[in-house]
């Protein structure tokens, strides 16, 4: 079987308990699955911050691209470097998948394993670099992440912290959308626009919001603070905050049972209350 690499450690950063919880859980893994030792190493063990972790990760995702490695991870640091806040996202995503997916018991899943997590981040990357007017090199990233990890988010689309993607695949985000923080979407759903207009189009999602797999959400419309929308819907109007919607188009069918269904997860919706003929 194959061992873990071994080589000299790096300094580790020791007060960030999220990095630390990190390494011990790769230590573990190594341990159970020596055939993994040198992924691992050259994933986790062999660097001293966790950013420095993510970019190398994020920078695998996307290896199979024609644009050198190299200047992809070069200019994933450059974007760090300039702004180190980017750090705090990268953690605060990690901790919402372990506080939420009941599939996800340690940090290090989202960090090697999901690509939900993965796109999230290169997205933060590519956000950063459509502000500073490399827009080129942000849709380059775009359409990379799109072509490799079945997501598509628009590198101007704002999304907040301590966001969930699980699953992932077939998520659209549009370029004027907005995501607050604390948000928890599933795969397959759609934050779009309603037509080919310009300008303002997308839809904006208040903090706390829970989106179930399949959601449409069209248009530039408002969904309101810890509101629920049920797995396929087609939601087309505003959605007042603390409300849950169903259907084809949705409707309003009560408020929520709980006070923050981003956290809880809570997608369960009766057939009775779909098939209520009052709107919202």
Known sequence: MNKPVLAAQPQIESWDPVWSQVRREAEEVSKAEPALGGFLYASILSHARFEDAVLHRLTRRLQH???????????????LDEDPTLGE???????????????????????????????????????RLWNAGRKDFALYLQSLVSRFLQVDIHPAARIG???????????????????GDN??????????????EHGDRHPKI?????????AKILGNIKVG???????????????????????????????????????TMDQYVSGDDVHRDEGY
């Not at 077939?170 to 370029?175: F, H, R, S």
């Not at 948000?183 to 080919?196: E, I, K, Q, Y």
């Not at 903090?207 to 399949?214: E, K, L, N, T």
Request: hydrophobic share 45%.
């Open 65 to 79: 691209a024609v644009l050198d490695p190299g200047l992809i991870h070069k200019t994933f640091h450059e974007i």
């Open 183 to 196: 948000c928890s979407l599933l795969h397959a759903v759609t934050l779009g626009g309603s037509g080919n």
């Open 89 to 127: 996202e990268f953690r605060a995503d990690a901790l919402a998948w372990v506080q939420r997916d009941p599939a996800c018991d340690r940090l290090i899943e989202p960090l090697i394993y999901f690509k939900g997590y993965h796109a999230l981040q290169i997205h933060r990357i590519g956000h």
């Open 225 to 263: 603070d810890c509101a629920r929308i049920a797995a396929g819907s087609v939601v087309l109007k505003d959605i007042p905050p603390r409300r849950t919607v169903a259907g084809v188009p949705a409707r309003d069918i009560g408020e929520n049972t709980c006070a923050e269904p981003a956290l």
């Open 161 to 179: 912290r301590a966001i969930m993607i699980d699953h992932a695949t077939g998520i659209v985000i549009g370029e004027t959308a907005v995501v």
């Open 206 to 214: 208040g903090r706390g919001v829970m989106i179930g797999a399949g």
